[in-house]
């Protein structure tokens, strides 16, 4: 069973700091493509951060600057670090990866189960 599990989330000032991380498991034969989301209360999920499998990144324009998404190949893990954080950025944070399971010969979109981030004014 494939999973991925988000952890990082929390309340943070305004002008502060926070990094995500999530961590895929199970029986994974490879993993492409590996993005964040974001959904704020009342709109439409967003694409936050994309990283394919060799390193090349893509962020929003209203985090650019400010969010670094990276991965580590080795531990089937994306990251978001996350600075000079405004209360716009308050959403629920998912991770979204394409992977292959062993068993399987496609890869499938699996999600996160998200984690709250709350930045205060």
């Known amino acids: 069973q494939v999973q991925l599990v988000e952890s990082g989330g929390g309340l943070v000032q305004a002008g502060g700091s926070l990094g995500l991380s999530c961590a895929a498991s199970g029986s994974i034969f490879s993993i492409n493509t590996m993005r964040w989301y974001r959904q704020a209360p009342g709109k439409q999920r967003e694409s936050v951060a994309t990283i394919t499998s060799d390193g090349n990144t893509n962020t929003a324009e209203s985090v650019k600057g400010r969010f670094t998404i990276s991965r580590d190949n080795a531990k089937g893990t994306v990251y978001l670090q996350m600075n000079s954080l405004k209360s716009e950025d308050t959403a629920v944070y998912y991770c979204?990866?394409?992977?292959?399971?062993?068993?399987?010969?496609?890869?499938?979109?699996?999600w996160g189960q998200g984690t709250q981030v709350t930045v205060s004014s």
């Open positions: 979204n990866a394409e992977i292959r399971a062993r068993s399987s010969y496609i890869y499938r979109n699996y």
